[in-house]
């Protein structure tokens, strides 16, 4: 049997893309699933889609993640429509790329407080509800831009060099409560989030969104004895 059967999940940033990929992945395997995304519209079309293959087990409310009163109030609502919290997955996520002295400070802050400051309000609410259950599983989803610089690319890479140090520093606080803390580091993915806002169907050497959701599954389904704290995934044939 699965270890995620009859969990309860809430996945960030999940009406598409790799958090979409994600939700199908828990609920396949059983799970209970709290999606969110700034727009209301958006997550009204992904929980339906997602009644119609997996049925009630799929609920969602909209959340905009730069906000703390929004993630508070989500995370309460998820926890009391799924009768409880046992995963969380931070996905959410945006981009804002190009030379330091062209970015507008808006852009800036918009990618700190999106890929940082929203994951740090969803571990801060989501932990003590894990604990009532017992403990729990967190899984940030980072970046190999966490890792690896790139001109054009000083708030993503500053958020998500950030991101990696708030992860380990987490994963040390609260790993006696049995909650395990993990990060996952895609590389090029194929989704709307790249150049051009659109899936390209000539990039085939790039990772599927279904590839990070596989290994955010592998993750969960790891005996609670271990923890395996930092995954690297990367195209296994990069573009030359």
């Avoid at 740090?120 to 831009?145: K, M, Q, T």
């Avoid at 609260?174 to 989704?191: A, E, K, L």
Wanted: charged share 25%; glycine share 12%.
């Amino acid at each position: 049997m699965s270890r995620i059967e009859g969990k309860k999940a809430v996945v960030t940033g999940s009406t598409r893309g790799i958090g979409l990929a994600i939700a199908r992945a828990l609920l396949e395997r059983g799970a209970a699933l709290w999606i969110t995304s700034r727009t209301g519209k958006h997550v009204d079309l992904a929980v339906a889609e997602l009644r119609s293959r997996y049925g009630e087990r799929a609920g969602g409310s909209a959340c905009d993640v730069r906000s703390y009163e929004s993630v508070r109030e989500l995370v309460r609502d998820a926890e009391r429509d799924l009768g409880g919290l046992d995963i969380v997955v931070n996905n959410a996520g945006v981009g804002w790329f190009g030379p330091v002295e062209k970015m507008a400070v808006d852009e800036w802050r918009a990618t700190l407080e999106t890929n940082l400051s929203g994951v740090f309000y969803f571990c801060r609410e989501a932990i003590p509800a894990l604990r009532r259950r017992g403990g729990g599983h967190i899984v940030n989803i980072g970046s190999l831009a966490g890792k690896n610089a790139f001109p054009g690319g000083a708030a993503y890479n500053a958020s998500k060099f950030g991101l990696i140090g708030f992860s380990e520093a987490l994963m040390q606080e609260v790993r006696h409560d049995h909650i395990r803390v993990s990060y996952v580091m895609p590389g090029s993915v194929n989704t709307e989030f790249g150049a051009g806002g659109a899936v390209d169907p000539a990039a085939t050497w790039k990772l599927w969104p279904e590839d990070v959701a596989r290994a955010v599954v592998d993750l969960l389904e790891m005996d609670p004895r271990a923890l395996v704290s930092r995954v690297e995934l990367r195209p296994s044939e990069p573009k030359k």
